[in-house]
T-cell receptor, first 115, second 113 residues
């Protein structure tokens, strides 16, 4: 079974600064996928970034980058140059073959960006 | 717009009632997944359909059922509703069953009173 751990329930960050959201995972699968989603107060789930377990390069999407450390089983999300609109809940999730590729989610981290 | 359409967006109903939540996947996506997000349980996988067939089952109660129709839209039926069923219900779709390319709908917020 897969397990995702997000140890930071909430974080504050100053506008224009970078913030790192922690995510560790546990799986015995060799092939798996790691995701980050953003959920603003309006409720929708917005896909941010994806990292495959065999990808050698860390994934980047605009201001989002995923710091993938396979040996440590961590997949931290870095948001650079934070904006007020980044205030939201952020979820780390993973899929794996042994779990029929369904998403397993962490508990989430609430990010509040201060002006 | 993610391309995944969920209706209705909000639903308020009484205990003991039955409701149907509807999901139209993104064009070309064969897999549909249902998730429940509640305050105490977080995001939980309920059930997956792939091209009309049930593919995987998660923590779905017996009072809940789902199906995927030939046009690939899916419905989640919740019956004998209890207060604890109040939650945000998400539908997601992907091209295949491998999970990459998951796209979520905007969710249906169910309130049971």
């Amino acid at each position: 079974a897969q397990k995702i751990t997000q140890t930071q329930p909430g974080m504050f960050v100053q506008e224009k600064e970078a913030v790192t959201l922690d995510c560790t995972y546990d799986t015995s699968d060799q092939s798996y996928g790691l995701f980050w989603y953003k959920q603003p107060s309006s409720g929708e789930m917005i896909f941010l970034i994806y990292q495959g377990s065999y990808d050698e390069q860390n994934a980047t999407e605009g201001r989002y980058s995923l710091n993938f450390q396979k040996a440590r089983k961590s997949a931290n999300l870095v948001i650079s140059a934070s904006q007020l609109g980044d205030s939201a809940m952020y979820f780390c999730a993973m899929t794996a073959l042994s779990n029929d590729y369904k998403l397993s989610f962490g508990a989430g981290t609430t990010v509040t960006v201060r002006a | 717009d993610s391309g995944v359409t969920q209706t209705p967006k909000h639903l308020i109903t009484a205990t003991g009632q039955r409701v149907t939540l509807r999901c139209s996947p993104r064009s070309g996506d064969l897999s549909v997944y249902w998730y429940q997000q509640s305050l105490d349980q977080g995001l939980q996988f309920l059930i997956q359909y792939y091209n009309g067939e049930e593919r995987a089952k998660g923590n779905i109660l017996e009072r809940f059922s789902a199906q995927q129709f030939p046009d690939l839209h899916s419905e989640l039926n919740l019956s004998s509703l209890e207060l604890g069923d109040s939650a945000l219900y998400f539908c997601a779709s992907s091209v295949g069953g491998t999970g990459n390319g998951y796209t979520f709908g905007s969710g249906t917020r169910l309130t049971v009173v």
